[in-house]
């Protein structure tokens, strides 16, 4: 199947600091990726929908000046989150869609101190 | 608006016997249901999907899960439980096979013990 990559796997970084989450789809183009957030014993949930080339689509709650994101190629999204705070410690999934199917990256564990 | 429920939070069945997950769906439209297993600080692994066809659809590591239109349901079943099976069961649906973000459940550990 194909093969979604997350990097960095774990990050731990300082309260005020801004960490840049890399989901890249290896062999094959995504011109759709999603962003989504695992807290601790809880679902996934939806962050937004990257587009390649165009902004992108922020579920209700989520604060777009604080989650960027930017989908430069088919095959690259990156996740940015400004000014990290302890309650953004968090899983972070992203996954690429191709046709039927969404693969799933490994994920990104942030930890805010 | 989509919603997917996975009554049970946990699941605890002896190793060799049958083990089922379940999961109840809502959608306007038809469905395309997804099982994903998690591992503990992993990401998901795709289990199976019932996009259209037979009910019954097999999947990866022995399991497999029958759709039900009528009682909106996709359980999640095996045969024989594997110590090894113990993980995070997630079900997840939507209504477009591409482009669409999946909703998913809140989750269902399976424990199996030896």
């Known amino acids: 199947g194909a093969v979604v990559s997350q990097h960095p796997s774990r990050v731990i970084c300082k309260s005020g600091t801004s960490v840049k989450i890399e989901c890249r789809s290896l062999d094959f183009q995504a011109t759709t990726m999603f962003w989504y957030r695992q807290f601790p014993k809880q679902s996934l949930m939806l962050m937004a929908t990257?587009?390649?080339?165009?902004?992108?689509?922020?579920e209700q709650g989520v604060e777009k000046d604080k989650f960027l994101i930017n989908h430069a190629s088919l095959t690259l999204s990156t996740l940015t989150v400004t000014s990290a705070h302890p309650e953004d410690s968090s899983f972070y999934i992203c996954s690429a869609s191709s046709t039927s199917r969404q693969f799933f990256g490994p994920g990104t564990r942030l930890t805010v101190l | 608006a989509q919603s997917v429920a996975q009554p049970e939070d946990q699941v605890n069945v002896a190793e060799g016997n049958p083990l089922t997950v379940k999961c109840t769906y809502s959608v306007s439209g038809n469905p395309y249901l997804f099982w994903y297993v998690q591992y503990p600080n992993r990401g998901l692994q795709f289990l199976l999907k019932?996009?259209?066809?037979?009910?019954l659809v097999k999947g990866s590591y022995g399991f497999e899960a029958e759709f039900n239109k009528s009682q909106t349901t996709f359980h999640l079943n095996k045969p024989s439980a594997l110590v090894s099976d113990s993980a995070l069961y997630f079900c997840?649906?939507?209504?477009?096979?591409?482009?669409?973000?999946?909703?998913f459940g809140k989750g269902t550990t399976l424990s199996v013990s030896s």
């Open positions: 990257s587009n390649e080339g165009s902004k992108a689509t922020y």
């Open positions: 997840a649906v939507t209504t477009n096979q591409a482009g669409t973000a999946l909703i």
């Open positions: 019932y996009i259209t066809g037979d009910n």
